[in-house]
């Protein structure tokens, strides 16, 4: 069997490790990459151009390739750009309606207080690529940004000999204002501290590999991050109901992403487990990337789980926090609404990860290692900043008056409270007059 069967209620204090303690991978990465960034800060351009050579294998021309984003939009099969405008579009949609209104609203007592949303002027977004194609994560870093009105909007995608044109395609489609052919560390510190030829940002997102990862979490103080990603992950919620090979189909998908990926099912059908486990046995021969597949599915935090009851299986996956959540179940509402801690949920049988993760609009830049618990994925709100606004009149702030100096004197603040006082004053003599 490819992946292990187990009762819930017969997990050690390892095995809970293993699944609720996942974690990027990053820390053996961290000496390197600090290194990286340091002398991509000092040297810029020749350091990136040192580092992509090494690690690369690419001695790079122009770092910047904005016109050959351009040029493979209009020369990639038309089908393939038919299927990157709607991808595009769907997300552009979904992203649209994210967008909050600036609000005022007066109090009755004096009061008018507000809030006021506007996008960052300077983002970047890693795109992975190289020799390999991501259109898809270009279009989920790039098109939130644009919506969420960002002036300028950097992208850095690793180069090769020959750069994937359907990811260059898809980064004009979605309305990068600047590429760049860099990848790993040395494009997260190109974009943080700025080069000869990349633009500085103000923040950084989108998904990347444990040195994309590591390099994050370094310039993260001098640069706004979205979150440190890991490996994919996934947990299918299933009943009874749930066709075990639609599930399976589910775990596999995930599993392909990298030999580090975490896939879980879990039900409260002892039998269920049994022949999901069984189908995702069957389906591995057959997919292209089993050797993958199969790493993946041998982790620790990899297996087919059975509860003692749906709670069980609830409270599990609520301390899991997964990136994925598919819940396939005669009562998926119901199921979900118990479910506060996921990044993106799939409900029913016929809505695949495939299908958020490349064209239905919702983003597939997510949390992992948990961090749903705290934060959600990428969307419009990861590119506004807000401000409070607000007015007092005269009777307001009289009325406030009190509140504001007993509070200002109990912290032994006397200006504040005399800032207050002044105003007070003046509003009295102006009365006495």
Not at 121 to 137: E, F, H, I, M, N
Not at 280 to 308: P, Y
Not at 375 to 394: I, K, M, N, P
Request: negative net charge; charged residues 30%; aromatic residues 4%.
């Amino acid at each position: 069997m490819t992946i292990d069967v187990q009762a819930i209620a017969d997990l050690g204090p390892a095995d809970r490790t293993a699944f609720f303690e996942r974690d990027a991978g990053i820390e053996a990465v961290r000496g390197d990459v600090r290194e990286i960034v340091e002398r991509v800060r000092e040297e810029g351009d020749v350091a990136v151009r040192e580092f992509t050579s090494e690690f690369d294998g690419v001695e790079v021309g122009n770092l910047e390739i904005t016109d050959e984003c351009e040029r493979a939009y209009d020369e990639i099969d038309a089908e393939i750009r038919e299927a990157i405008e709607t991808a595009a579009t769907n997300v552009r949609k979904f992203h649209d309606a994210q967008l909050p209104e600036d609000w005022r609203e007066e109090f009755g007592d004096g009061r008018t207080l507000g809030r006021r949303f506007r996008p960052i002027d300077r983002v970047g977004v890693y795109v992975p690529g190289g020799s390999a194609a991501y259109p898809s994560s270009a279009i989920m870093g790039v098109v939130p940004a644009v919506v969420a009105g960002v002036d300028h909007v950097s992208v850095v995608t690793p180069p090769a000999d020959d750069v994937n044109p359907v990811t260059l395609a898809a980064i004009h489609a979605a309305g990068a204002d600047a590429v760049y052919s860099v990848g790993g560390a040395q494009a997260i510190a190109g974009l943080a501290y700025g080069t000869e030829t990349i633009t500085r940002v103000q923040k950084i997102v989108g998904p990347g590999n444990k040195w994309v990862t590591a390099a994050k979490a370094e310039v993260r103080g001098d640069v706004e991050i979205d979150f440190l990603a890991g490996p994919s992950e996934i947990v299918v919620v299933a009943d009874e109901t749930a066709d075990p090979d639609l599930v399976a189909a589910e775990l596999l998908a995930q599993a392909e992403h990298d030999p580090n990926a975490s896939v879980v099912a879990v039900t409260a059908d002892e039998a269920t487990a049994d022949e999901i486990a069984a189908a995702v046995d069957d389906g591995v021969d057959a997919r292209e990337r089993e050797d993958v597949i199969r790493e993946a599915l041998a982790n620790d935090a990899s297996g087919v789980l059975h509860a003692r009851s749906m709670s069980e299986a609830i409270l599990f996956t609520e301390e899991y926090a997964p990136e994925h959540l598919s819940i396939i179940a005669d009562d998926d509402e119901s199921l979900l609404d118990r479910i506060d801690s996921a990044g993106s949920v799939f409900l029913g049988p016929h809505t695949p990860v495939a299908a958020g993760d490349y064209a239905s609009g919702t983003n597939h830049v997510l949390p992992t290692d948990g961090g749903a618990r705290v934060t959600g994925g990428l969307s419009v709100e990861t590119f506004l900043r807000s401000t409070t606004v607000q007015r007092l009149s005269a009777g307001g702030l009289a009325d406030l008056g009190e509140t504001i100096t007993t509070l200002a004197d109990a912290e032994g603040l006397e200006a504040h409270a005399e800032s207050v006082r002044t105003r007070l004053d003046r509003l009295e003599n102006d009365r006495d007059r």
